[in-house]
C-alpha cells in the first residue's frame, strides 16, 4: 500500500513559503494538507483564497484542503475554482452532510469528511459510500502542538470495520499529533494517510524527517 504523507503548510514559515512548498515537492510527501480556519468553528483563524491559489501556483503535488468552517457550502466551489483536489468537511459544521458532499463532488473534487475527538465514526454509516476520504482528529482542532488523543486507535480501529466490505478503497487520514513516534502504531490501526505540521517544519532537516516518516510507514505491518 502507498502510504501518504501530507505535511501541514500552516506549519510552514510565511515569511519563506515558496521555499518550503519546494521543499515539501522534492521530498517524499504526497499532498500538501492545508488548513482553512475561519474563527468561529475553531478558536483561530488561518488563511483564504489568496494564500492558497499563491500555494498551488507552485505546488507540483495535490492540495488536502481542510475546512474547519462554518457552513462550508458556500465556499466550496470557490476552494475548489482554487485549485483544491480534495475537500474536507467537517461532520459537526454540516447540517445536511449529504448535501455538502454531493456539492464537493458536483465541484470536481474527492471528498472528505473529518470528525473530532468526541464524534464517533458510526454516525457516517449513511454516507460513507459516498465518501473517498474519512479524517480523524487525534486532536482537537484549531491550534498546532497539541498532545495526542489515544483513543484514536479504537477510532481507526471503528472506521475500518464500517468500510469493510463496503468502501474498502477509502482514505483514512489522521492529524494531530503525528510524528515519527506513532505514525508506525497508527499504520497498524489501518490508518493510511498522515497529516504532520510540527513535526516536520519544526525539525532540522524537514526532507528527512519526511523520508523517515515514510519509512517507517513503509515497515509497519496494517491490519
Not at 495526542?148 to 489522521?174: A, C, Q
Request: net charge negative.
Amino acid at each position: 500500500m502507498n502510504y501518504i504523507i501530507a505535511p501541514s503548510i500552516l506549519s510552514a514559515d510565511f515569511g519563506n513559503l515558496q521555499r518550503d512548498i519546494e521543499m515539501i515537492n522534492q521530498s517524499e510527501a504526497n499532498w500538501f494538507h492545508v488548513d482553512v480556519m475561519d474563527g468561529v468553528f475553531v478558536p483561530n483563524i488561518s488563511f483564504g483564497f489568496p494564500v492558497m491559489a499563491a500555494v498551488k501556483k507552485h505546488a507540483a503535488k495535490p492540495l488536502d484542503v481542510h475546512l474547519m468552517i462554518v457552513e462550508p457550502d458556500k465556499y466550496i466551489e470557490e476552494f475548489a475554482n482554487a485549485g483544491a483536489d480534495r475537500i474536507t468537511v467537517h461532520y459537526e459544521a454540516c447540517t445536511h452532510l449529504h448535501r455538502t458532499i454531493q456539492l464537493i463532488k458536483a465541484s470536481g473534487c474527492k471528498a472528505g469528511v473529518a470528525l473530532n475527538p468526541h464524534t464517533p465514526v458510526s454516525l457516517l454509516q449513511d454516507v460513507i459510500e459516498d465518501l473517498d476520504l474519512v479524517l480523524i482528529m487525534s486532536v482537537n482542532p484549531g491550534f498546532g502542538g497539541q498532545a495526542f488523543i489515544h483513543n484514536t486507535y479504537k477510532k481507526i480501529k471503528d472506521l475500518k470495520n464500517l468500510i469493510r466490505g463496503v468502501n474498502e478503497d477509502l482514505v483514512i487520514e489522521v492529524d494531530g499529533g503525528v510524528g515519527l513516534q506513532n505514525i508506525a502504531t497508527l499504520v497498524s490501526a489501518g490508518a493510511n494517510a498522515f497529516v504532520a505540521g510540527n513535526a516536520i517544519f519544526a525539525t532540522e532537516n524537514p526532507t528527512e524527517t519526511i523520508a523517515k516518516m515514510k519509512q517507517l510507514t513503509s515497515n509497519a505491518v496494517s491490519i
